[in-house]
């Protein structure tokens, strides 16, 4: 399968979302996988999976990604899911273990809302709530970096080692949303989340962008349209908003002749179409 690919100031992304068929969005760097999408051999090297919720385009592959990595004596995969849901996984992957006849290794993580999730000194991951047909959540991933406390700043090097080796706390460290990853929700996702709002990079889901299936339409069934995120574009501090899930309605072509031509130029500018290039 031809994975699509997205850059921005050195993170670099790769995967693939078709509403309603498959959606997944590996960060290779961070060994990490958002959502898994269905059964794909290409994806079973990563070890960190953050499941947003059950529907099948996002997490039928679960199970086979699990049997391969304990058929191949892969380190057990860290799965992260809503906590509801939790339990139900887990029995899922005992009932495949006993149909396949060996056992299965993963550490199932029921990840709180709110809470952050240490992948390594740099990243951390954070779910916030997400607003879908079925219990759901989305993730946000922060970094930390260490910064010189406002007092110490315009000292020199000497002066600075020196309160350093006086044991003096010169730095402080901050934390910013460089990515969140949607899933399936409504707008209210990024309504209700100020980290949502100012990730250097939003994957945001846009099943809907015409008028034949409009936005009482979109939110019946859980998703956003496209007029939504243009309504509401004061709320994306986003560097840039990559779109993905688009309905299997439309064709390439149509998707970016709706976006082109409803989008206001300013939007448009941060705005990614995370579809395949014109060339494949
Ligand atoms: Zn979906
Ligand atoms: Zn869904």
Not at 23 to 47: C, E, H, K, R
Not at 94 to 102: A, D, G, Q, R, W
Not at 125 to 137: C, G, I, N
Request: net charge neutral; proline share 5%; charged share 30%.
């Amino acid at each position: 399968m031809i994975l699509n690919e997205f850059e921005h100031k050195g993170i670099e992304l790769k995967g693939y979302s078709e509403g309603g068929i498959r959606t997944s969005i590996i960060w290779p760097a961070l060994n990490a996988m958002f959502d898994m999408g269905n059964s794909n051999p290409d994806q079973v090297q990563y070890q960190n999976l953050f499941l947003t919720h059950s529907h099948s385009d996002h997490f039928a592959g679960t199970p086979y990604y699990v049997s391969q990595r304990s058929l191949k004596g892969l380190p057990k995969p860290n799965i992260y899911l809503p906590v509801a849901i939790h339990e139900k996984v887990d029995r899922l992957f005992k009932l495949y273990s006993e149909l396949e006849e060996y056992e299965y290794k993963y550490n199932l993580i029921p990840a709180k809302i709110g809470e952050e999730y240490v992948l390594n000194k740099q990243y951390s991951v954070m779910p916030l709530p997400t607003f879908h047909r079925v219990v759901s959540q989305g993730y946000t991933v922060l970094e930390t970096r260490s910064k010189l406390k406002p007092e110490f700043m315009g000292l020199k090097g000497p002066e600075l080692k020196e309160k350093k080796d006086s044991g003096i706390e010169i730095e402080t460290t901050i934390k910013t949303p460089v990515f969140s990853f949607s899933g399936d929700t409504k707008i209210e996702y990024v309504l209700e989340n100020e980290a949502v709002q100012k990730s250097k990079i939003l994957f945001l889901e846009c099943t809907y962008l015409d008028n034949k299936r409009n936005v009482e339409r979109a939110r019946e069934w859980g998703h956003i349209h496209l007029d939504e995120i243009i309504q509401n574009a004061k709320y994306f501090q986003n560097e840039k908003l990559v779109l993905i899930h688009f309905s299997q309605r439309y064709r390439y072509k149509e998707i970016r002749e709706f976006i082109r031509d409803k989008v206001p130029k300013e939007l448009m500018e941060k705005i990614h179409i995370f579809i395949p290039s014109k060339k494949q």
